[in-house]
């Protein structure tokens, strides 16, 4: 079993719709991460969290750490929202911040 | 530079060659990591530095690959005798000391035919 895991694996979407992206781990973390790669190959960070919410213009992101779950979610979503998703985590007891991170949620927003 | 910055972005090398893929991290970020994405699977950590400390190579997959970082700054990730399992994309990403919050690089896409 993987120690992040995410849901679902693959998400179609028409233009407007609410998007959840779904992330559990199983390892205790010093911060969980959100990040979006697009087609190129290219990694950009949306968000750092170690607890409560966080918001960015249409992105929302929040972790619950008792549960070790977090949600990504996408109003209003667009065809530029297209990409893949990773959740990944810096895990607290390495010593160091190396990141585990979840196979990624490949996501494709149809005008 | 404004970011981290990888570079060739794209090398196709026959099997058997050696190659150099190379990081330049944001300037101040003491912290550089190596990771590998092999097509249709996860971001797999390589290796990580950290200012003047030895590198944790524990992610390295074979004694092919081997990484260093002159200066404190610019890395170079080496594969020696490239086998075709070695296709992937290479990232690079690095941090403050201390930070959890890491910035990557656009990859650098590797094919060995």
């Known amino acids: 079993k993987n120690e992040v895991e995410q849901s679902p694996q693959n998400l179609t979407a028409q233009e407007g719709e609410f998007i959840t992206i779904n992330c559990s781990y199983s390892?205790?973390?010093?911060?969980l991460h959100w990040l979006q790669q697009h087609p190129g190959g290219g990694i950009v960070s949306l968000f750092m969290l170690s607890s409560g919410k966080k918001k960015h213009g249409r992105l929302i992101a929040t972790i619950n750490i008792q549960e070790k779950h977090s949600s990504l979610h996408i109003t209003a979503s667009h065809p530029r929202d297209s990409a893949v998703y990773i959740c990944?985590?810096?895990?607290?007891?390495?010593?160091?911040?190396?990141?585990?991170f979840g196979t990624g949620t490949r996501l494709k927003v149809l005008a | 530079g404004a970011g981290v910055s990888q570079s060739p972005s794209n090398k196709v090398t026959e099997k058997g060659k050696d190659v150099e893929l190379r990081c330049d991290p944001i300037?101040?970020?003491?912290?550089l990591y190596w990771y590998r994405q092999s097509l249709g699977q996860g971001l797999e950590f390589l290796i990580y530095?950290?200012?003047?400390?030895?590198?944790?190579k524990s992610g390295l997959p074979s004694d092919r690959f081997s990484a260093e970082r002159t200066g404190g700054s610019v890395s170079t990730l080496t594969i020696q005798r490239t086998q075709q399992e070695d296709s992937a994309v290479y990232l690079c990403?690095?941090?403050?000391?201390?930070?959890?919050?890491?910035?990557f690089g656009q990859g650098t896409r590797l094919t060995v035919v």
């Open positions: 990403a690095s941090s403050f000391t201390g930070s959890t919050e890491a910035f």
């Open positions: 530095f950290q200012g003047n400390s030895a590198p944790d």
């Open positions: 300037s101040g970020h003491t912290a």
């Open positions: 990944a985590v810096s895990e607290r007891a390495s010593g160091t911040y190396k990141y585990i």
């Open positions: 390892v205790g973390i010093s911060a």
